[in-house]
Structure formats: structure tokens, C-alpha cells
T-cell receptor, first 113, second 115 residues
Framework: AQSVTQLDSQVPVFEEAPVELRCNYSSSVSVYLFWYVQYPNQGLQLLLKYLSGSTLVKGINGFEAEFNKSQTSFHLRKPSVHISDTAEYFCAVSDRGDYKLSFGAGTTVTVRA | DAGVIQSPRHEVTEMGQEVTLRCKPISGHNSLFWYRQTMMRGLELLIYFNNNVPIDDSGMPEDRFSAKMPNASFSTLKIQPSEPRDSAVYFC?????????????FGPGTRLLVL
């Protein structure tokens, strides 16, 4: 099973500033990679996923992530955040052919005016 | 589509009582997952069903926990007897399982407090 490390537990950021959330996973075997977002008192919803092909993946709400196989990383970025991006963000990984998702511990993003 | 539906949204009970959490997956999805989220342990997979059959229950903490999926549109997670350490948010998620590439769609969760 994969292990997923989200390197920052909390990221405070000012509105309209860029943000990067870092994610590393344990294995270099073929994987699927996901970022989910959890708004307060809600379930998780998918931001974006990498299955194959281009290593730069674009998702909803202006987020994008880059898959780096050699560094086993899948960092999430947004060039300009809004107050509404305040949420917890989870990186998740599954081995190809395996239904099981391994989640990171989450990164709480707090956007301030 | 209504998405994954969970009930109740909040549950407060006393230690020793039976708790039943309910989930209705998205119509047409053939995989269902129960997760538990706590501050200490994060998101943990409790059990995975495929085509209504339990495939992996290795995450179920102990015999006090049981889960059923009698048909494609309904699942329950039962805790009997409940203990304070079971307090957590329990999520149900569903997907079209194709070797892990499919998105899991999460319900809003049930926030359980055991006193």
C-alpha cells in the first residue's frame, strides 16, 4: 500500500496570492494520483486527477497539479486564491489496478483578505 | 443527480448504545466505501463493497463494527456497542470501480459523538 506525505499541515495565504501544496508518495510503481478538497462540514470532492499522459493536470476552480515521477511528487498549485478556497486539501494515491486510495493527512488552507 | 446520501448527518448517543449509519450510493455505481475521519488518524478506509459483496473489511476496527449492503442502493454501518473512541465523522463514498482510476464520490458524512 502507498503512503502519502503532505508536507504542510497548515498554509495561511492572502487573497489573490499564489499557493502551492506539496504531496509526495512512497512508491514509483504505476499510480493514479488525486487531489480532493473538503470544505467545512462537507464531504470530499475531487479537484483533479492524474491517470496518464501529460504530467500537468488542470482541475476545477483554477487548480492545477504536476506529476513528477522521478521525485514521486504531485504538487497542487493555484496562481491566485480566493477566500472561498479556504478548505482542507487531501492528496490521494492508488496503485494501478487497486481500488484502494491512500490519503495524506491533509493540508488546511486559510485564505485571508 | 442527488449524489451520495448519508443519514443521519449528526448522531449523539451514549456509550453502549447501538448506532446505525446509512448510505445511498449514486445510482449505477458498483463500488461503495465506508471511511472514518478523525483528527488523530485522518481518513481511514473501513470497508469496501463491490457489486454488493464485501471485498475488503481489513479496516474495520473490531467486532463491534459491522457493515451490510443488501442491495445496490443501500448500505449500513453498525456499531454495537458504541464507545467514546468511536466518535468521528463517517463518510460513505461510491464509484464505478475500474482498478482505482475512477473518482470516488463522497457523501456529506455522519458526525458521531459517543458520550
Amino acid at each position: 500500500a502507498q503512503s502519502v506525505t503532505q508536507l504542510d499541515s497548515q498554509v495561511p495565504v492572502f487573497e489573490e496570492a499564489p499557493v502551492e501544496l506539496r504531496c509526495n508518495y512512497s512508491s514509483s510503481v504505476s499510480v493514479y494520483l488525486f487531489w480532493y478538497v473538503q470544505y467545512p462540514n462537507q464531504g470530499l470532492q475531487l479537484l483533479l486527477k492524474y491517470l496518464s499522459g501529460s504530467t500537468l493536470v488542470k482541475g476545477i476552480n483554477g487548480f492545477e497539479a504536476e506529476f513528477n515521477k522521478s521525485q514521486t511528487s504531485f504538487h497542487l498549485r493555484k496562481p491566485s486564491v480566493h477566500i472561498s478556497d479556504t478548505a482542507e486539501y487531501f492528496c490521494a494515491v492508488s496503485d494501478r489496478g487497486d481500488y484502494k486510495l491512500s490519503f495524506g493527512a491533509g493540508t488546511t488552507v486559510t485564505v485571508r483578505a | 443527480d442527488a449524489g451520495v446520501i448519508q443519514s443521519p448527518r449528526h448522531e449523539v448517543t451514549e456509550m453502549g448504545q447501538e448506532v446505525t449509519l446509512r448510505c445511498k450510493p449514486i445510482s449505477g455505481h458498483n463500488s461503495l466505501f465506508w471511511y472514518r475521519q478523525t483528527m488523530m488518524r485522518g481518513l481511514e478506509l473501513l470497508i469496501y463493497f463491490n457489486n454488493n459483496v464485501p471485498i475488503d473489511d481489513s479496516g474495520m476496527p473490531e467486532d463491534r463494527f459491522s457493515a451490510k449492503m443488501p442491495n445496490a442502493s443501500f448500505s449500513t454501518l453498525k456499531i454495537q456497542p458504541s464507545e467514546p473512541r468511536d466518535s468521528a465523522v463517517y463518510f460513505c463514498a461510491s464509484s464505478l470501480a475500474r482498478g482505482g482510476r475512477e473518482t470516488q464520490y463522497f457523501g456529506p458524512g455522519t458526525r458521531l459523538l459517543v458520550l
